[in-house]
């Protein structure tokens, strides 16, 4: 879907807000998404820029599944069987993220965010980046870039990611960074998937797409982004990258990453700027959600019947994981943990529950792990194993951390007090408050 289209829907339903008053990308916006977070936000007026920007547009699990028309808990199997039932997108040769080709490139064009006074310049924080390897084909990512120039940015290139592996092998990548998406290609894009396969499939298993052909590169795009920004990123040519507010809303090390050089613009008549708001609920749900069906995957492998898997926000949706399962045996518990680890080796902390507790509710996952949890039985302790890049607290240059699980599980057969909680009665309150 194009996403302006997506945004109209939002003020038809009167579920966007509106800024009409003239606001700078310079801190301005960022300031006013996270004051509204999580309600999306439209920006009219830019100072700096003739287009309009949009954020907020999802926040939470519930934003992204109405826009599928499901219910939150469906968001699993659904993305799930996306991941296995793949499907190419259907070719075009005239897209509307082609509709205006610029004739120079000139990125002071664009309302690239300035989100915080610590970050080290203006920044793309929603881009999809499309690349590709002579071998392995297609790939999609999110990769933040910095603007250094008026045809320069600096990409941000995780270490051991698919790109990162094409780039060591090749040298140089053509790519396409795509702004302006709608949850089919932003969550497809942040699925861990194996090398070789081209999650613009897996976005169109979830909605059907079309990709069309880009204008400098050899690579198939995304047809309704609302920008795309055609160049090269160049291994051995490096500038300084950051600081930049990160997932767990710290801040960013500085770092010698590859130049992009831009040459091609192109981009929708009436297209809208994606604004992603670094280390809010919008990047949070984003990169986490799209790893509980990993979790899930690994866990239903080792026969567990796994209900349901929620990457906590208060782990900066990353780091912790609650898992929710029907027990069946004993050590139902402990398998998953050591299943749950597998599935996302960049968790930290992992708690597993059963089927009577919320896994949404800090409440409930507070009271499952004070009411049914002992350390020396039910702890699982992951001694130094890479964790993630993320976490400020994990050894500085190999990530190393200690993992800790913990099974908050019932047991099968209590032999002291009970471990279910109390029913209150059901009444129908009008029946006694009504007049």
């Not at 800024?19 to 309600?39: D, H, R």
């Not at 790939?139 to 780039?167: C, E, P, S, T, W």
């Not at 613009?265 to 708001?277: D, E, G, N, S, V």
């Amino acid at each position: 879907m194009i996403l302006e289209n997506y945004i109209k829907k939002l003020q038809k339903e009167g579920e966007i807000s509106t800024i009409k008053k003239e606001i700078s990308k310079n801190l301005e916006i960022a300031g006013v998404l996270k004051s509204l977070e999580p309600k999306p936000v439209l920006f009219e007026h830019v100072k700096e820029s003739v287009f309009r920007v949009a954020g907020n547009l999802f926040c939470n699990k519930m934003q992204i599944a109405d826009y599928f028309g499901i219910q939150a808990e469906q968001i699993i199997p659904v993305l799930a069987k996306a991941i296995e039932n793949r499907s190419p997108p259907e070719q075009v040769k005239k897209a509307p993220c082609q509709e205006i080709i610029e004739n120079s490139v000139d990125l002071d064009m664009l309302p690239i965010l300035l989100h915080n006074k610590v970050d080290g310049g203006p920044y793309i924080s929603s881009g999809v980046v499309v690349a590709a390897d002579p071998e392995y084909g297609q790939n999609l990512d999110f990769h933040r870039a910095m603007q250094i120039g008026k045809d320069r940015m600096v990409a941000r290139v995780v270490r051991g990611r698919d790109f990162h592996k094409y780039l060591e092998k090749n040298g140089e990548v053509d790519v396409a960074f795509c702004i302006g998406n709608t949850p089919e290609i932003l969550v497809a894009a942040a699925t861990s998937v194996e090398t070789g396969v081209d999650e613009l499939e897996i976005a169109n298993a979830l909605q059907k797409i079309s990709i069309v052909k880009a204008k400098t590169v050899d690579l198939m795009i995304p047809a309704d982004s609302e920008f795309v920004l055609e160049g090269r990123i160049t291994l051995e040519d490096k500038h300084s990258e950051g600081p930049f507010i990160d997932l767990t809303e710290t801040v960013d090390v500085v770092r010698q990453e590859p130049v992009f050089e831009v040459k091609k613009i192109t981009h929708r008549k009436t297209a809208i700027w994606q604004a992603l708001l670094p280390g809010r609920s919008e990047h949070k749900i984003l990169m986490g959600m799209p790893r509980e069906p990993t979790v899930f995957r690994k866990v239903k492998d080792k026969g567990i019947d796994v209900l349901d898997v929620h990457i906590t926000p208060g782990g900066a949706s990353w780091l912790h994981v609650a898992v929710k399962i029907r027990k069946k045996n004993e050590d139902d518990g402990l398998q998953t943990l050591e299943a749950a680890f597998s599935g996302h080796r960049s968790a930290k902390h992992i708690w597993v529950y059963d089927d009577d507790i919320d896994i949404y509710s800090d409440e409930e996952r507070e009271w499952a792990m004070a009411t049914r949890f002992q350390a020396d039985v039910d702890l699982l302790i992951k001694d130094k194993e890479t964790g993630s890049s993320l976490d400020p607290s994990a050894e500085p240059g190999t990530n190393l951390t200690t993992k800790c699980g913990f099974d908050c599980t019932k047991k099968l057969e209590s032999k002291g007090k009970s471990f279910d909680k109390a029913k209150f009665p059901e009444v129908d309150l009008k029946k006694f408050m009504g007049e």
